[in-house]
């Protein structure tokens, strides 16, 4: 997931805490982490070659209707192949698969969605599990991704890997299998805590109104406001380039002195969005029953290590198979994204049907 710095906070349904996945601030952040594109002033960092590549394989750009609003996609590959449906993070978009897709496309049939109120896709008033499922179901169907007799197979990073687990635990039959990508369900990060706590005091007597989308007046100035959330460093600057670019749209200025910049996600989402479905706050050991096979892809240095080193019990241990991607913080195809294409690819050509490699 990706934004511009801005505060949030709240606290769960039923007072039970899961994984906080929402953007929150932190003040003493080193300026290659705050701000990694600043220094190019607007200029676009060199790629490599397999970069370019991928990013020049033109997908088929779609709108999907799905409960009321417009959903996009983006598809690589032939349709009458096994499907893969890709579901971005928090904050993100459809591209953030799109260099990753390609890879992925001379043996499957390959859609990545922006989920409703990010990317291009349309806002919805509330933001619900049970939609965000139905939406990944009619996105799946419209870009063909139901191959003869096969059903797709659902790969989801972060936040949509939450959704392609709820999916999975609750619309079984709407998948072949899922992959998560450094998903985590652990209680909040301390940082999110303490803002949580700030803001609560903050907000006591003060209710908080719809938080305004901010405008920026060029490109340049967008770009230097872009970073990863949750904070990490990223050395692959020009894929954060790509990503920044197509997370902007151009919106008119508030002084009508022209057009500016803003975030494309809908910047109310977290305070939008009901977590009152049981899978998403279940107590430890109330894990569901799945009934299609499941793995996790996880980077060796994202924040779902640090709380295993600190003996903090996780989600999914015990009851998914795993598989460290080294090198990488939270953000695997960002971090190390050849390596996650291997992996996929790997991962793919034996299993569901055979046994994931160790």
């Known amino acids: 997931m990706a934004d511009d710095a801005r505060k949030t906070a709240g ?17 003493d952040l080193p300026p290659e982490v705050r701000a990694p594109l600043a220094p190019y002033a607007g200029r676009e960092p060199e790629a490599p070659a397999w970069f370019k590549w991928a990013i020049a394989q033109e997908a088929e750009r779609t709108f999907v209707e799905s409960g009321g609003i417009k959903l996009e996609a983006l598809s690589w590959g032939e349709r009458g192949k096994r499907g893969l449906l890709l579901v971005h993070g928090n904050s993100a978009h459809a591209d953030w698969w799109s260099f990753i897709g390609p890879y992925l496309a001379k043996d499957f049939r390959v859609t990545s969605m922006s989920l409703a109120g990010m990317g291009d896709s349309e806002w919805r008033q509330t933001y619900r599990f049970p939609d965000f499922a139905a939406d990944a179901e009619a996105v799946a169907r419209a870009t063909g991704l139901y191959a003869p007799g096969k059903k797709p197979i659902y790969i989801g990073h972060s936040f949509g890997g939450g959704q392609v687990f709820f999916t999975a635990a609750r619309y079984p039959q709407n998948m072949d299998a899922a992959i998560l990508v450094d998903t985590g ?13 700030k803001r609560q005091e903050l907000l006591a007597n003060n209710p908080s109104p719809d938080r305004p989308t901010r405008i920026y007046p060029t490109m340049e100035a967008a ?24 997370s902007l749209k151009r919106v008119p200025m508030p002084d009508g002195s022209g057009q500016g910049y803003a975030w494309k996600f809908d910047p109310n989402m977290w305070e939008k969005l009901d977590r009152s479905d049981g899978i998403m706050t279940a107590d430890r050991g109330a894990f569901p029953d799945l009934k299609v096979p499941m793995i996790h892809l996880y980077g060796d240095k994202s924040r779902i290590i640090e709380r295993r080193a600190s003996g ?4 999914l241990d015990g009851n998914v198979p795993e598989i460290e991607i080294p090198d990488s913080h939270h953000h695997v195809m960002i971090d190390q994204p050849l390596a996650l294409v291997a992996a996929l690819r790997t991962l793919l050509a034996n299993w569901p049907h055979g046994t994931p490699p160790d």
Do not use: C
């Open 11 to 27: 606290s769960k349904p039923g007072g039970k805490e899961t994984y906080d996945d929402r953007p929150f601030h932190v003040d």
């Open 185 to 197: 369900f652990g209680g909040p990060p301390p940082e999110v805590l303490e803002e949580r706590r």
């Open 223 to 246: 770009l230097a406001r872009f970073r990863l959330m949750p904070p990490q460093p990223a050395e692959n600057h020009y894929i954060l380039d790509f990503i920044a670019r197509r």
């Open 312 to 315: 903090e019990p996780g989600f």
